[in-house]
């Protein structure tokens, strides 16, 4: 049986899934199935895996030269080494600029129905571009610097024509893009604590606190609702788009004159990628920046919870500090603190909990068990001995 296992991994790990597996890491107990509780991953027709083209993708995804004052890659908001977060409330660009929201891992990302909190881009290929040329991040006025390099640069040349046979002035942005995607789209991972007790059948992979903290998310706090688990595997995501009341609710009394100042940017041409980005109160407009919906208001892409626990700080605007904080968000019906007024275009399903604190210490060591396990690996000791 053990063997079987083994040679199903293998075989996931060399062929259909590109190398969603690093086979260079060792782990604890190969015999698990590393994606076990994930759906089949979508792969466009158009953009097959190839360990060439994820290996380009990488090279490219931690490139400073595409940026303005050469230090910024996608690298440095959505870093390896912190669940490719940059674990900061707002992230920071070239000349330290800083933007409005959250970078949201880009671990699974390739499972979501679009791309951003609010949407806009529909999916990795079409992403990528943005951050180049957005204001706060890469800070290019636009692509023809990447497309310098990536055409004179040898290992470039070597490595584009190898993998989609073009150079020259036939090597565009395109090609650029769906490189970045692929090695995107091997950042994937499953296998948490969670998905070996609930799909893999370990009664032992969830402590008492966990598998009671797991009740109160599939019930009294109906997080699932948003947070999805089906019968086979578990996104935690829904991929749509809900107002928890997070962020709008600073901004509340002047949403009518920001959303009509906005709609009139927008039909002069403004662009949504740069306006929510640089400007904090359109951030909170949420998906209607996109659809123009006023039920759209203050909503947000529900994330994935995996890998939460290395994550923080939360939401769209890293205005929650810990996981715990999230709960009692949720707790209180949409607002931090208690007494705050909720918002008027908050989700119908958001309302008081009435969560004991136990429960709420329950819920959050659930979510401590959505780890993948080659992410949960102890970091390296700081400096002096001492690891936050
Ligand atoms: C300056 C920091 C910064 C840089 C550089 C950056 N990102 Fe991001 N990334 C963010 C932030 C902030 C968001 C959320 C923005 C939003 O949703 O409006 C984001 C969102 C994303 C998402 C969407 C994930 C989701 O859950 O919807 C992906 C994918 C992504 N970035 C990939 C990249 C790639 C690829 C690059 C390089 C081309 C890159 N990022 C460069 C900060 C950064
Ligand atoms: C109505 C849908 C909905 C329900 C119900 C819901 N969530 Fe969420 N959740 C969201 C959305 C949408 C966001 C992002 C909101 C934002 O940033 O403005 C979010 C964000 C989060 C985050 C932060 C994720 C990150 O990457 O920053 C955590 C943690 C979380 N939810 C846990 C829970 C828990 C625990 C429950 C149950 C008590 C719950 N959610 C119930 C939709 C929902």
């Not at 949201?104 to 979501?112: L, Q, S």
């Not at 709008?248 to 009139?264: C, G, K, S, T």
């Not at 947000?300 to 919870?305: A, D, I, N, Q, S």
């Not at 603190?337 to 210490?361: C, H, K, T």
């Amino acid at each position: 049986m053990r063997r079987l296992l083994l040679l199903v991994i293998t075989v996931f790990s060399t062929t259909a899934w590109g190398q969603a597996v690093d086979s260079r890491q060792p782990t604890a107990s190969a015999q698990v199935n590393p994606l076990l509780g994930l759906p089949p991953l979508p792969i466009p027709a158009d953009n097959p895996q190839t360990p060439a083209k994820i290996a380009l993708g990488e090279k490219l995804f931690h490139d400073k030269r595409f940026s303005i004052d050469g230090t910024v890659s996608c690298a440095n908001c959505h870093d390896g080494n912190k669940a490719f977060t940059d674990n900061l409330p707002v992230s920071v660009g070239h000349h330290g600029l800083t933007g409005t929201r959250n970078a949201p891992t880009v671990i699974n990302a390739a499972f979501y129905k679009s791309q951003f909190w609010d949407g806009r881009e529909p999916d990795l290929e079409a992403q990528s571009k943005g951050p180049f040329v957005n204001p706060v991040e890469a800070g290019l006025a636009n692509h023809e610097p990447i497309l310098q390099i990536v055409r004179t640069d040898p290992d470039y040349h070597a490595a584009f024509k190898g993998v989609f046979n073009v150079g020259g002035d036939k090597l565009t942005m395109e090609h650029v893009s769906k490189a970045i995607a692929s090695f995107e789209r091997s950042l994937i991972a499953g296998n948490s604590a969670f998905d070996r007790f609930y799909f893999g059948g370990d009664k032992s992979a969830l402590n008492e606190q966990q598998q009671r903290g797991l009740q109160v998310f599939l019930e009294q706090g109906r997080c699932v609702s948003c947070h999805t688990i089906e019968q086979d595997h578990a996104l935690f995501s829904d991929s749509r788009f809900h107002n928890i009341g997070i962020g709008i609710n600073a901004v509340q009394d002047d949403v009518p004159r920001l959303a009509q100042a906005f709609l009139e940017a927008k039909n002069k041409g403004g662009d949504v990628d740069k306006m929510v980005l640089t400007d904090k109160k359109s951030s909170e407009l949420g998906r209607f920046a996109v659809t123009d919906a006023f039920n759209d208001l203050g909503a947000f892409k529900t994330p994935t919870l995996r890998n939460i626990a290395l994550t923080a700080p939360y939401m769209h605007d890293g205005s929650l500090k810990t996981l715990k904080e999230v709960v009692v968000h949720y707790n209180n019906g949409g607002v931090t603190p208690a007494d705050a007024i909720v918002n008027d275009f908050l989700s119908g399903g958001i309302r008081p909990l009435n969560l004991s604190d136990a429960q709420i210490d329950d819920l959050v060591a659930f979510m401590e068990a959505l780890t993948s396990e080659q992410y949960a690996k102890p970091k390296p000791a700081a400096k002096g001995g001492s690891h936050e």
